[in-house]
Every structure is written in structure tokens, then in C-alpha cells.
T-cell receptor, first 117, second 113 residues
Framework: GAGVSQSPRYKVTKRGQDVALRCDPI?????LYWYRQALGQGPEFLTY????????KSGLPNDRFSAERPEGSISTLTIQRTEQRDSAMYRC???????????????FGPGTRLLVL | AQSVTQLGSHVSVSEGALVLLRCNYS??????LFWYVQYPNQGLQLLLK??????LVKGINGFEAEFKKSETSFHLTKPSAHMSDAAEYFC???????????FGAGTRLTVKP
């Protein structure tokens, strides 16, 4: 596609429910990143994929959060047993290659705004 | 760990005035540094990045930033503000050897007519 797309754009859920957020990166982009952005804050790194391999998940806040990218393209971020503190904008980004080396640029999607009631 | 601090959560300038958005980084070795802009209901867009070539980096929309190692700074400037520059601006840093990008809290720029 022309850019990174995310769905849904908005998600309202009740506390305790599971949610799945989808990211469709730019075609051919090897690297994919997930970020969480609270209101009034900058994006916070969650996890990073190189092809289908999850190479860094140090930013996932707890074991309720998980992500996968089984075929090295579309990725899903899943939050189990949602809590009100999970409410935020979840952003996905992709790049042709990894950021080490400085030559690559991340392209961000529009985000999914999650509201947990 | 790398980090960035953006001084001033809100900056207001008049149209045609100089824009200066401040960013200081914390890193044991010179990292890669970025400025992103976020317009309402849109994703972040890269304005410019420093990757150890020229210390004065020119970006899109007339913005530029200068890497100053002695001051650990990477401030964003534009000589003359335009109404369309009103947005939120984020400074970000990443180490040279991995993909862990850290963002500042952001600065909201308002441009007054």
C-alpha cells in the first residue's frame, strides 16, 4: 500500500476484554515497530520485528501484551484482560531495514485509539 | 539508556517569527537524532534526522536542526513561521547499534496570525 495502515482506527472496549490491533506495513518493509502514546506524551517503544522474528519486546509493559507477525508482513498487537490504564493511542511504524546504521526511516501509521471503560 | 528532553511543552509564535524548539539528549556516545511532526489525526512524519554526517541538517518545510555535541542539543529552527506549521513536534533518539527509539514528550507549536 501507499503507507502504513492500522485498524481499527478507534476501539472502545470494556475492562477485562481482549483486544487485537492490526498493522499493515508498507509493502516490502522488513522492520515493524509498535509504540504506545499516552495523551500529552511522546510515543513509547513497545516491540520490534525484523521479518517475522520479534527481536525486541523489552517495551511491552507486562505479559498481558503480546505481538506477532507470523508471515513477516501484517502484525497484530494483542492486549488481554484490558485495564483502564491501557487507554492510549497505539502506533505502528515500518522501515525498509533496521534503524542501526542510520540510513533507514520509520514511516508511521495513523494509530489506533483505544479506550477502555 | 538514551533519552531526550524537550524544553517547553507549548511554544507560541507569531506568523513570520522565528521558530525554536529545544531538544537535549542524553547518551554516552553520539546517537542518531530525529525530529518528527504530528498533525491532528495523522501519523508522525519525519522532518529531518542527524546520522553523523553534517551537523547542520536541513529538513522538509524549511526546518533545520543543528547537532551540538558540546551542548548535547539538537534544537529545531525555522526562520519564519507559517500558519501551517502549527502541530506537535517530537524529538527522538536512537542508539547507533539497535532499533530502540526514544521520543521526547513533545512540543505543541501554535502560530498566531
Amino acid at each position: 500500500g501507499a503507507g502504513v495502515s492500522q485498524s481499527p482506527r478507534y476501539k472502545v472496549t470494556k475492562r477485562g476484554q481482549d483486544v487485537a490491533l492490526r498493522c499493515d506495513p508498507i509493502s516490502g518493509h522488513v522492520s515493524l515497530y509498535w509504540y504506545r502514546q499516552a495523551l500529552g506524551q511522546g510515543p513509547e517503544f513497545l516491540t520490534y520485528f525484523n521479518y517475522e522474528a520479534q527481536q525486541d519486546k523489552s517495551g511491552l509493559p507486562n505479559d498481558r501484551f503480546s505481538a506477532e507477525r507470523p508471515e513477516g508482513s501484517i502484525s497484530t498487537l494483542t492486549i488481554q484482560r484490558t485495564e483502564q490504564r491501557d487507554s492510549a493511542m497505539y502506533r505502528c511504524a515500518s522501515s525498509r531495514g533496521g534503524l542501526a546504521g542510520g540510513s533507514e526511516t520509520q514511516y508511521f501509521g495513523p494509530g489506533t485509539r483505544l479506550l477502555v471503560l | 539508556a538514551q533519552s531526550v528532553t524537550q524544553l517547553g511543552s507549548h511554544v507560541s509564535v507569531s506568523e513570520g517569527a522565528l521558530v525554536l524548539l529545544r531538544c537535549n539528549y542524553s547518551s554516552s556516545v553520539p546517537p542518531y537524532l530525529f525530529w518528527y511532526v504530528q498533525y491532528p489525526n495523522q501519523g508522525l512524519q519525519l522532518l529531518l534526522k542527524y546520522t553523523s554526517a553534517a551537523t547542520l541538517v536541513k529538513g522538509i518545510n524549511g526546518f533545520e536542526a543543528e547537532f551540538k555535541k558540546s551542548e548535547t542539543s539538537f534544537h529545531l529552527t525555522k526562520p519564519s513561521a507559517h500558519m501551517s506549521d502549527a502541530a506537535e513536534y517530537f524529538c527522538a533518539v536512537t542508539p547507533r547499534d539497535n532499533n530502540d527509539m526514544r521520543f521526547g514528550a513533545g512540543t505543541r507549536l501554535t502560530v498566531k496570525p
